[in-house]
């Protein structure tokens, strides 16, 4: 069973920057899929980034429009959210997964129990 563990959520005005952080257990990143998904109030979740663990290929959410940098430094996980909207309120959980997963599918193996970013106007 893979552990993760988020970090560095918070609450910010909009505008604003946060970086949230994503640690494991173990070593992970050449053995699993990572992402980070959110899920604002009343609203099912979404992914926000990809980054594979072949060729370390990033992917998107249409919303992120360049705002958002996903990236992989001593053994952690961040997701770099700058210039950030009221509409990014929401718990932000990081997802591993064995098999090559797509920001569309839902279930992936392995989550973390989600930290709570909050963006003011």
């Known amino acids: 069973q893979l552990q993760l563990m988020e970090s560095g959520g918070g609450s910010v005005q909009a505008g604003g920057s946060l970086t949230l952080s994503c640690t494991t257990d173990k070593y992970t990143y050449s053995t699993y899929q990572m992402a980070w998904f959110r899920q604002p109030p009343g609203k099912e979740r979404e992914g926000v980034a990809l980054i594979s663990n072949h060729g370390g290929g990033t992917y998107y959410g249409d919303f992120v429009e360049g705002r958002f940098t996903i990236f992989i430094s001593q053994n952690t996980m961040y997701l770099q959210m700058n210039n950030l909207k009221p509409d990014a309120t929401a718990m932000y959980y990081c997802?591993?997964?064995?098999?090559?997963?797509?920001?569309?599918?839902?279930?992936?193996?392995?989550w973390g129990r989600g930290t709570q970013v909050t963006v003011s106007s």
């Open positions: 997802a591993a997964d064995y098999y090559q997963k797509r920001l569309a599918d839902p279930l992936w193996a392995f």
